[in-house]
């Protein structure tokens, strides 16, 4: 039997995060149809900002320059961008859905998702950069765009997903560790 306690604080820090992120959705649930509406139109420069910051304050941990120290605690400004990003596009999809113009779902994620994405590998989180594609992915699904967009998108991801596996030796580590947890040189 294990004698020795486990420390306190990281349970605490994870609950104090679960209590403020349920009060949060509880607010969000009360924000009305027009202030999303006005927050989505905005929300684009908002998450450009916040993944700026990171570029210039971020704090490094485990290969990644992601993260932004704020008193006790830190923050990962990628977090907004990904609500920054489905909040700007719901915005341009209504506001392209009353117009005449019809316009490709794919001129509307395609070049949001692209600078984000960019800045967020500038600190080098792959993972967040998937994410991030993955949320675009979902949004052209949802908004319309031809399966043959989608597979051809799909194709080119995965070929960009390889080559940046391919050229980072830290990321051939984890995707190697994905594959085979036991290997002696994970």
Same mark, same amino acid.
């Given at each position: 039997?294990?004698?020795?306690?486990?420390?306190?604080?990281?349970?605490?820090?994870?609950?104090?995060?679960? +209590?403020?992120?349920?009060? *949060?959705?509880?607010?969000?649930?009360?924000?009305? @149809?027009?202030?999303?509406?006005?927050?989505?139109?905005?929300?684009?420069? @908002?998450?450009?900002?916040?993944?700026?910051?990171?570029?210039?304050?971020?704090?490094?941990?485990?290969?990644?320059?992601?993260?932004?120290?704020?008193?006790?605690?830190?923050?990962?400004?990628?977090? @907004?961008?990904?609500?920054? +990003?489905?909040?700007?596009?719901?915005?341009? @999809?209504?506001?392209?859905?009353?117009?005449?113009?019809?316009?490709?779902?794919? *001129?509307?994620?395609?070049?949001?998702?692209?600078?984000?994405?960019?800045?967020? +590998?500038?600190?080098?989180?792959?993972?967040?950069?998937?994410?991030?594609?993955?949320?675009?992915?979902?949004? +052209?699904?949802?908004?319309?765009?031809?399966?043959?967009?989608?597979?051809?998108?799909?194709?080119?991801?995965?070929?960009? *997903?390889?080559?940046?596996?391919?050229?980072?030796?830290?990321?051939?580590?984890?995707?190697?560790?994905l594959l085979d947890p036991?290997?002696?040189?994970?």
């Open positions: 039997m294990c004698t020795e306690r486990k420390p306190v604080r990281p349970r605490i820090k994870q609950l104090v995060f679960v +209590l403020v992120g349920l009060g *949060l959705g509880y607010l969000a649930l009360k924000v009305s @149809f027009e202030r999303w509406e006005t927050l989505g139109r905005y929300s684009f420069i @908002f998450g450009l900002l916040a993944l700026c910051a990171t570029i210039i304050f971020g704090r490094e941990v485990n290969g990644n320059k992601n993260w932004i120290p704020v008193g006790p605690f830190t923050i990962q400004p990628s977090e @907004f961008a990904k609500l920054a +990003l489905i909040l700007f596009c719901a915005f341009q @999809f209504k506001k392209s859905s009353k117009s005449s113009v019809i316009v490709s779902p794919l *001129l509307v994620v395609g070049p949001i998702a692209g600078v984000f994405m960019v800045l967020i +590998l500038i600190g080098k989180d792959l993972g967040t950069a998937l994410i991030i594609a993955g949320i675009s992915f979902c949004l +052209l699904i949802i908004a319309g765009l031809r399966s043959a967009y989608i597979l051809g998108i799909t194709g080119i991801g995965v070929a960009g *997903l390889l080559g940046l596996v391919l050229t980072q030796p830290n990321r051939m580590r984890r995707f190697k560790a036991f290997a002696p040189e994970v």
